[in-house]
C-alpha cells in the first residue's frame, strides 16, 4: 500500500440525524486561475460528484454555459466531473464516478 494521508471523520450537529461524525476531507477546487480551499463529504453511495450551486459560483462557473470539469489539487490534480445542485445545505459530495474511480480510500470510522 502506498503512503496515504489520514484525515479524522468531522463532528456534526446531530439534530437531523443520529449519525455524529462523517467522512470529510479538505479539497482545493480550481477553475482558470481561481481556486477555492474547502471539504468534500466522501459518499460511497453517490454515483457521480455533486458541487453545491454557491461553490460553482465562487469559482467564476456561469451554470447555464458550464459543461466542463473542475480541477481537484491536493497531492495530485485530477479532472473531476460534477453534476450540481441548487439545495440548501448540501455539501461538496465526492462519489463514485472522478473520485473514488480516481483514488483509492479507506476508512476508520471505528478508531474516530
Known sequence: MLD????????I???SSMVDR????????G???RSLN????????????????????QLGFIW????LSVILAGNLAHNLAFAWTQAPSTP???GQANFLFEFDVCFSRSQS
Open 4 to 11: 496515504g494521508q489520514k484525515f479524522p471523520y468531522k463532528i
Open 13 to 15: 450537529d446531530t439534530s
Open 22 to 29: 462523517m467522512p470529510y476531507v479538505p479539497i482545493t477546487l
Open 31 to 33: 477553475l482558470n486561475g
Open 38 to 57: 474547502t471539504e468534500g463529504l466522501i459518499d460511497t453511495g453517490a454515483s457521480v460528484n455533486v458541487l453545491p450551486y454557491e461553490l460553482g459560483l
Open 64 to 67: 447555464e454555459n458550464e459543461n
Open 92 to 94: 461538496l459530495i465526492l
